[in-house]
C-alpha cells in the first residue's frame, strides 16, 4: 500500500489489486459509519487506487493515514450490507454466441450461469451510473471485443475481461453483449436521487431472465 497526496484536500491509496481495493473501502466505509472519520466526504474506489477527500480537513486525512496504517490488505473484509439489486435481462445480446463458445457453453447454459452468480459492485466508472461487477463465473470472464462498437443501446448487459456490467445510458464500447435490461428494470442513475447512483459499492447484484420480449 503507497499513501500520496493528491492535492492539498485528498489522498489516493495504491494497492494491488482488486481484494485491496476491497479492504481499504471497506475500512473506510465502516470508521465513516461511525462516526470515526469527521470531514472525509468522499471515499472513491477504482480497479487499483481508493481516493478519500476531506475538503480544508487536513486533520481527517491525517486521521486515514493513521486507520490506514492498522488496514490488514490480506484478510478478506467483510461484506458491505449496501443491499441487493435485482436486474431482469431479456439474453438476446448479439454476443451471446460468441460468448458461449469461448466458454464451451451452450446459450442456455450462459444465461443459467449469468443468472446465478451473486455479483459485487467494485467500483464505478466509465460513465454516470456504470458499475464494474465482481463475482463473474470464470468461463464468462472473456476479453473485450477486437474492434469497439460506436454504439450500444442503453440498458445492455455485457462481460468484459473479470467484470460484468450494465450500459446506463447510450455509448461506444467493446465490451461482449449478452443480453438487455427490460423497459421495467430500475433506472441506474438519476441525478435527483440520492445518491445517484443505483450500484454503489458493496451492492449485490442479481441478474434475472425476463424470457423474450
Request: charged share 20%; glycine share 12%; aromatic share 6%.
Amino acid at each position: 500500500m503507497e499513501v500520496r497526496p493528491a492535492g492539498p484536500e485528498a489522498l489516493l491509496v495504491d494497492l494491488d489489486g482488486l481484494d485491496q481495493v476491497a479492504a481499504v473501502g471497506s475500512a473506510l466505509r465502516h470508521a465513516l459509519d461511525r462516526g470515526r472519520l469527521p470531514g472525509i466526504v468522499d471515499v472513491v474506489p477504482a480497479a487499483r487506487t481508493v481516493l478519500v477527500t476531506a475538503p480544508g480537513d487536513g486533520a481527517a486525512l491525517r486521521a486515514v493515514r493513521t486507520l490506514l496504517d492498522d488496514v490488514d490488505t490480506t484478510a478478506v473484509p467483510d461484506r458491505d450490507d449496501a443491499g441487493t439489486v435485482e436486474l431482469p435481462v431479456v439474453y438476446d445480446g448479439e454476443d451471446l454466441p460468441l460468448v458461449a463458445r469461448d466458454a464451451g457453453w451452450s446459450a442456455a447454459e450462459v444465461v443459467t450461469a449469468h443468472t446465478g452468480a451473486s455479483l459485487t459492485v467494485a467500483f464505478g466508472g466509465f460513465a454516470p451510473g456504470f458499475a464494474y461487477l465482481t463475482g463473474l463465473p470464470e468461463p464468462l470472464q472473456q476479453p473485450r471485443l477486437d474492434t469497439p462498437r460506436a454504439r450500444i443501446p442503453a440498458g445492455s448487459v455485457g462481460v468484459a475481461g473479470e467484470f460484468g456490467g450494465v450500459y446506463p445510458r447510450t455509448s461506444p464500447g467493446g465490451w461482449r453483449l449478452i443480453g438487455r435490461l427490460t423497459d421495467d428494470a430500475p433506472t441506474l442513475f438519476d441525478p435527483d436521487r440520492d445518491p445517484p447512483a443505483l450500484l454503489v459499492p458493496g451492492t449485490t447484484v442479481r441478474f434475472r431472465d425476463a424470457g423474450s420480449a
